[in-house]
């Protein structure tokens, strides 16, 4: 008979499952060692609980008013880069297209079938939102609800997300969403490197046709794919970076906050920065 387990660990136990459910892992295997995930690899280290207030998923605030100010990318400082030593950088090789926009870099992708993540794809997703945004998200890849539905941010992470962007006074619409790769790895694991190299091209021109003020990057795997460092995200979240002459900043991906909410004061904390830079402003409280 196989013992029974404490109600805390098993309530412990369900949360955890429940969050890897809405990531789409739903097989588990036991290992015989055990292993050591590099936090760098998976999600960011937890951050310390710090004083700060709290946001919570229904309480962030609203923002209203919508005026741009300019963008000023010579004070930004750039990451040192760490560039993969077996090739150009990403920037180098992707090649300028005449008159780009959305729709030739959709059609150009067609059925795609350049890396091994095509072959347990439902549907490709290429991006949603504003082709005119200011603000354009870049997340890790599509898991199983936007691999179903061929939009990105759709499960509960993405729910969240939405949430995040309207605390930011703006709707989902008026931001632009995609992702580093454009189809849904086996299992939700991190992309891998040729898998990046191949579908990031893609996701360059999408942004430089977008040409947005800010870029935020969800997660450690846009953070390093477009500032081309292995460093890790806590090294440089909530940091202004300069990017292509645009600003570029990192924070920790929406499922992470799932797992670990008190990180969504930081998260916050860096929306607000977006929101400062964007003209974006918190309504007054009324007295
Ligand atoms: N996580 C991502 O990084 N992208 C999505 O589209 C959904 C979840």
Request: proline share 9%; with cysteine; hydrophobic share 35%.
């Amino acid at each position: 008979m196989p013992e029974s387990i404490p109600e805390s660990l098993q309530t412990k136990i369900e949360e955890r499952l429940r969050y890897y459910e809405d990531l789409g892992i739903r097989l588990f295997y036991r290992d015989r060692e055990p292993s050591l995930v590099s936090p760098e690899n998976s999600s960011p280290a937890i951050p310390q609980a710090s004083s700060v207030s709290i946001p919570e998923e229904s309480s962030l605030p609203k923002a209203k008013a919508k005026v741009a100010v300019p963008v000023v990318a010579a004070s930004v400082p750039r990451i040192a880069p760490v560039i993969a030593p077996s090739g150009p950088s990403l920037f180098e090789v992707v090649e300028k297209v005449q008159d780009d926009s959305l729709l030739k870099i959709r059609e150009d992708l067609g059925e795609c079938t350049r890396c091994k993540l095509h072959k347990g794809r439902n549907k490709l997703v290429f991006g949603d939102g504003s082709p005119k945004a200011q603000l354009v998200f870049v997340g890790e890849g599509p898991g199983a609800d936007e691999d179903a539905q061929g939009l990105p941010f759709v499960g509960r992470a993405g729910k969240l997300l939405t949430q995040m962007i309207e605390a930011m006074g703006l709707q989902r619409k008026d931001a632009y969403i995609c992702n580093v790769v454009k189809c849904r790895p086996p299992e939700n694991r991190t992309p891998e490197p040729d898998e990046v190299k191949t579908c990031s091209p893609y996701l360059l021109r999408q942004i430089d046709v977008i040409n947005p003020k800010v870029i935020v990057c969800l997660g450690a795997v846009a953070a390093k794919t477009l500032l081309e460092t292995t460093r890790g995200i806590s090294q440089y979240r909530g940091e202004w970076q300069e990017w292509r002459g645009r600003k570029l900043l990192a924070t920790y991906h929406p499922a992470y906050l799932l797992r670990n909410p008190p990180a969504k004061a930081d998260v916050w904390k860096d929306l607000q920065k977006v929101m400062a830079e964007l003209g974006l402003q918190l309504p007054k409280k009324k007295s």
